[in-house]
């Protein structure tokens, strides 16, 4: 016999952007029902943000190992226990998940329900021996794989995001399609635990990033050994002896790559399968489920956030949408979706990170604008650690409004904050050039840069007339 649930709100997908909306939705004390048909955590915590810098936390440490002799430090190679890294990373899954637990958000007052969620009608959604009638609905159900119409796929072993980390033996060849953050995160990873590896994308090598950043990243990956082939195309894969074998062409030729494991890292989809979001009024397509700038759907009852939107795949961006809708939904205050801009970061080594326009995008949009840059080559702290490769590039308007800032380098995650802040305030860059930063840090770099938009004047004569007449007379 079904039970009938009449909560104020009812969210289906327990990933970062659900959780944060039920979390928030019921400290507030309002009566929530939580339906998530997989693992608690979604995507972020159990086969995306979580495990994969874990594994990249072990593959530095064993590239640290490798290049100590630049410091006069002697060592023998490293020795990788793989199966003590599964562990590793598998460990850092189980140290965050409680906070994710379905403990945690029956304790907060959630009613959570792991079933699969179907919409009946508008104002219905089916869980399990549940029926649940909401006044309002969150749909959060992220994103999954794309398995590409490759010939022959469907008939070998092949890894997504969501099994290689449980993976546990050492991977000898690691073959990647796609060459994308997720590809190209795993990719260095698994190479620095030791493994060959090979990148296969159709297109170029992180296509959506600043080329000139993005060169740097790919220079270091070619240092490393790893194989890429952009520009390639797949023609079809077949078992071979001892794994795997990938027909590739380009430019006429054909090529087989042989290799022990597949990665398909090709891009993801909206998962939007089974939620019967027909019967409830929803539209969506093969992008996602189209929302308006308040995260309404279609139906006005139901709201959707995070990757099952169709836009950027970020779980900092599903958090975002989460309150647009807290806001929306329990206080009737109406917020839209800004134009606040979205930071990304692609944690390999260097780190590729990046807020607002790029230079292509900038130059596309504005007549004239400004581009500044340092390297990291003449920062003091990097020096110091032998970090040495990369920049910072900041994109601003004549007038010195900040447009956007790419940085590649070590850190570059971290250093993007000061950015996030500024194009968030809408500050100018001579706000930058006042603060006092500690020294040594790879912070400098934003302030160097910064000064650098100020150069071109300390050339014309008559500022160099009224610095000596107040030299002078002043």
């Known amino acids: 016999m079904e039970e009938v649930l009449q909560p104020d709100l009812c969210v289906i997908g327990a990933g970062s952007g659900g959780l944060s909306v039920a979390a928030a939705a019921a400290q507030f004390g309002v009566p929530v029902v939580l339906i998530e048909k997989g693992r608690m955590g979604g995507d972020c915590l159990n086969y995306g943000c979580v495990p994969s810098k874990a594994l990249l936390a072990a593959g530095k440490r064993a590239e640290a190992v490798r290049t100590a002799g630049a410091f006069g430090i002697d060592v023998i190679e490293a020795q990788v226990d793989h199966a003590r890294v599964h562990d590793y990373v598998h460990g850092v899954i189980a140290a965050i998940a409680p906070n994710d637990s379905v403990e945690r958000y029956t304790g907060l007052g959630v009613r959570v329900l792991q079933q699969q969620a179907s919409f009946l009608d508008r104002n219905t959604v089916e869980a399990g021996h549940y029926l649940i009638r909401a006044r309002r609905f969150v749909v959060a159900s992220g994103s999954s794989p794309v398995i590409p119409p490759i010939p022959g796929l469907d008939e070998v072993p092949y890894l997504t995001n969501e099994t290689i980390f449980d993976v546990s033996e050492r991977i000898q060849h690691l073959i990647v399609l796609g060459g994308g953050p997720i590809g190209m995160e795993l990719a260095q990873a698994h190479r620095m635990l030791g493994a060959h590896v090979t990148i296969v994308d159709a297109a170029t090598i992180l296509g959506h990033e600043d080329p000139e950043a993005s060169r740097i990243v790919i220079d270091r990956f070619t240092e490393q050994g790893v194989l890429l082939h952009p520009g390639t195309r797949v023609e079809r894969v077949e078992r071979a002896i001892q794994g795997v074998a990938v027909h590739i062409g380009k430019q006429g030729e054909t090529e087989v790559i042989k290799g022990s494991h597949l990665l398909v890292a090709t891009g993801r989809k909206p998962n939007v399968k089974g939620l019967s979001l027909e019967r409830a009024g929803i539209v969506y397509d093969a992008r996602g489920i189209k929302v308006n700038q308040q995260l309404k759907t279609t139906n006005h009852r139901v709201y959707a956030i995070g990757d099952v939107t169709g836009g950027a795949q970020f779980t900092h961006l599903a958090n975002y ?70 920049f910072i590039k900041v994109i601003t308007r004549p007038n010195g409004q900040i447009l956007g800032c790419t940085i590649v380098g070590a850190e570059a995650g971290e250093l993007l904050q000061l950015w996030v802040m500024a194009l968030a305030r809408d500050m100018r860059i001579g706000d930058l050039t006042g603060l006092v930063l500690p020294y040594p840090t790879l912070s400098e770099l934003s302030k160097r840069v910064a000064y650098t938009f100020y150069q071109p004047s300390l050339t014309k004569g008559w500022l160099r007339r009224v610095i000596d007449f107040l030299r002078r007379f002043g």
């Not at 009737?332 to 979205?342: D, E, F, N, Q």
């Not at 260097?350 to 920062?379: H, V």
Request: aromatic share 8%; no cysteine.
């Open 321 to 390: 949408h989460a309150g647009i809708v807290i806001r929306n939904a329990l206080f009737r205050l109406r917020p839209r979706v800004s134009a606040t801009a979205i930071p990304r970061v692609t944690y390999t080594d260097p780190e590729l990170a990046q807020i607002g326009l790029t230079e292509a995008e900038a130059r596309t949009k504005y007549r004239r604008i400004r581009i500044l840059r340092w390297p990291y080559a003449d920062n003091d702290r990097a020096q110091a650690e032998a970090t040495t490769h990369g």
